[in-house]
């Protein structure tokens, strides 16, 4: 079982930058994924970026590419997601979420994901 806990969210202005933090803990294989999603109020949890335990491939949503970088580090079990230019359409509770998952197709639909933290807010002021 793996546990996943989110800190770093906070309040900022639109422009702002908040850097993300996932700490995972239990056994996590080589080939599980752990990836940021986002729920805003009334609206489905979506995916924002992706990156698998080993190896350099990650993965973004359209809308965060070039604003946001997510990386992993193994050696203190943690993934980060830093979070630059800020909008208010970035607001959100944002969750990491891993699974035991092969196919990037996969990665997209929070319904593949196994384990999750309990989210860390986000808000953006204009």
């Known amino acids: 079982q793996v546990q996943l806990v989110e800190s770093g969210g906070a309040s900022v202005q639109a422009g702002g930058s908040l850097r993300l933090s996932c700490a995972v803990s239990?056994?996590?294989?080589?080939?599980?994924?752990v990836s940021w999603f986002r729920q805003a109020p009334g609206k489905d949890r979506e995916f924002v970026a992706a990156?698998?335990?080993?190896?350099?491939?990650?993965y973004y949503r359209n809308s965060v590419k070039g604003r946001f970088t997510i990386s992993r580090d193994n050696n203190n079990r943690s993934v980060h997601l830093q979070m630059d230019s800020l909008s208010p359409e970035d607001a959100a509770v944002y969750y990491c979420g891993t699974a035991l998952l092969s196919r990037p197709e996969t990665f997209y639909s929070w319904k593949n994901y196994a384990s999750w933290g309990q989210g860390t807010q986000v808000t953006v002021s204009s």
């Open positions: 990156v698998r335990w080993t190896g350099t491939n990650t």
């Open positions: 239990g056994r996590i294989l080589s080939n599980y994924v």
